[in-house]
């Protein structure tokens, strides 16, 4: 069973004022097949804290390992491994590339494995299919509503079926009722693919149905009650 150890990390960041430290020490083991909730307040950290374990951003102090194996030191073709092969970071921000259409979109992360365009094209239809996006494959990114583009960017992290799904507010920008079908295929993708589905969230529903709730606040990690 592979695992993500977050051992003492912190971070800071440098400003017109003293240095702000927004992340204390902060030491937790994330296990594939468990489902985690993150909340805490706007502003918190929580963002900060997915983006350092994609490895996207790096700890002030502390190490991140992944499989005893610290992901800041990794070369570019490890990197390239963990980022691609392991794991999957969904952004609030969609960043859909707006000179390809939405099913260009989801077939990336395929097309960048090597896989056969005609294979990547048909696993791709099936994911905007099951995020509700079948009538959009041809749509230009900039057609589509935030929560459309959303849901598109969530078939693009899905495509790689990854061992730790990281989804910073993936219902945040979504209705109720869609909201309850995006999480409920994310749960069911954790309990199929046997994932880890680690989200932030102000979505005391979606905060709820996860296996593990945490609360962020302070620069500490804690576990929490959701009521």
Known sequence: MNTITLSCVSKSFVTYSPVSQLLHDISYVFKQGSTYAITGASGSGKSTLLSL???IDRPTSGTILWDEKNINTFNMDQYSYYIYGYISLLLQTPHLITELNVLENVMIPGLIARQSRSQ???NAKMLLKQVGLSDYEHACPTELSGGQQQRAA???ALYSRPKFLLADEPTGSLDASTGDSIAQLLLSCATEWGMALIVSTHDTALAARMD???RL???VLKM???T
Request: charge should be positive.
């Open 53 to 55: 374990i994609a490895g």
């Open 120 to 122: 990547v094209s048909q």
């Open 154 to 156: 969530l078939a693009r």
């Open 212 to 214: 593990t709730r945490l």
């Open 217 to 219: 606040a302070d620069g």
């Open 224 to 226: 929490c009650t959701i």
